[in-house]
């Protein structure tokens, strides 16, 4: 599960109509640059029904590039760093180390929006909402309403001077918000202690394990997807080998412009996993075996939507 989780940090682009007003969509547009272009660290709490975690970010960007810390500060131990597309996810309890190169620009809050959204305005509504505060900042509020009962809604914060995303929510078909991500507190621009984006773990012991994800382009083709969700499209299809000893498994990923699927195939390796739906905060799971593979299917929907592609695939 924690190989999923960790080089399953989705990779999107995507589809194009015209449901929103323009200065809607020009916040959007502000989000996605400022999380990729501004310099930014602060303290963030993540809510999902009874689980809380508070997790600290360091942003960087320095003549182009990129670096980022992510630090969870509650809970499980788990600290991501990354410089430009290569990943170093670190799991202290595990002794484990996953480095991958990411084939995308989605990243973790705030960097919730892909860097392209044209047509996103055909599955959703979005339209501005009320001004408030969030951290002590002045914010825009958006509201990104689905179209029908396959996807979430979205309700956006949005810093009015830099575009910084300071609080995103995850809206159910019921209206009811199911995860939260807020800044308690954050400073926008520099400068940035270095130190601030080195690890705090020492994996350099011999009873650390480093994994080198190997990703290749390609994937294996004879797979057929009988219900297709509409408005997903594939934006991505690699295969992902962890470790030298274990088989390749298929990723690909699926995007509507803002929600993501993932699907995991993989061969089984003895025994009989268990199958059917699971959840982990608002990321959904849906598991089925078909023949030797087990076929994982994991993103922000209902977990209607993710059993309606799992079951409508097999292999040609």
């Known amino acids: 599960m924690k190989h999923w989780l960790c080089v399953g940090w989705l990779a999107l682009a995507l589809p194009a109509a015209a449901d929103a007003s323009p200065d809607a969509l020009k916040w959007l547009h502000r989000i996605t640059e400022a999380a990729q272009k501004l310099t930014y660290s602060g303290t963030f709490m993540y809510q999902s029904g009874t689980l809380t975690e508070v997790s600290r970010i360091t942003h960087l960007v320095e003549a182009g590039t990129e670096f980022e ?14 410089h430009n597309d290569e990943v170093r996810c670190y799991l202290p309890e595990s002794r484990l180390v996953i480095i991958e190169r990411r084939s995308s620009n989605r990243q973790a809050f705030p960097a919730l929006l892909p860097a392209s959204l044209v047509g996103l305005t055909e599955h959703y509504t979005i339209r ?21 009962s396959l996807r979430y809604g979205h309700h956006f914060w949005v810093d009015t001077r830099t575009g910084l995303l300071l609080k ?8 009811r918000s199911i995860e939260t991500f807020a800044f308690t507190d954050v400073r ?9 984006l080195k690890s705090g773990v020492d994996a350099s012991r011999g009873d ?26 594939k934006v991505m299809g690699v295969r992902r ?22 699907v995991f195939i993989e061969p089984l390796l003895g025994g009989k996993p268990e199958t059917g739906p699971f959840a982990m905060g608002t990321i959904n799971i849906y598991k089925r075996i078909v023949g030797d593979d087990l076929l994982v299917v994991m993103g922000d929907l209902p977990p209607s939507s993710l059993k309606q592609l799992a079951d409508g695939m097999e292999r040609k």
């Open 208 to 233: 650390w394990k480093v994994v080198n994800v190997r990703t290749t382009r390609g994937e294996d083709n004879r797979w057929v997807f009988h219900a297709p969700l509409p408005g997903f499209r």
């Open 69 to 82: 810390r992510l630090e969870v500060l509650d809970g499980s131990p788990r600290e991501v760093l990354r």
């Open 168 to 175: 995103a929510g995850v809206i159910d078909e019921n209206g």
């Open 241 to 262: 080998q962890v470790r030298p000893d274990l088989p390749e498994m298929t990723h690909l990923v699926f995007s509507d412009g803002l929600a993501a699927i993932s």
């Open 188 to 196: 926008i621009g520099g400068p940035v202690d270095r130190d601030a």
């Open 128 to 148: 501005k909402g009320a001004t408030g505060r969030v951290a002590g900042f002045e914010t825009q509020s958006i509201l990104i309403e689905p179209k029908d």
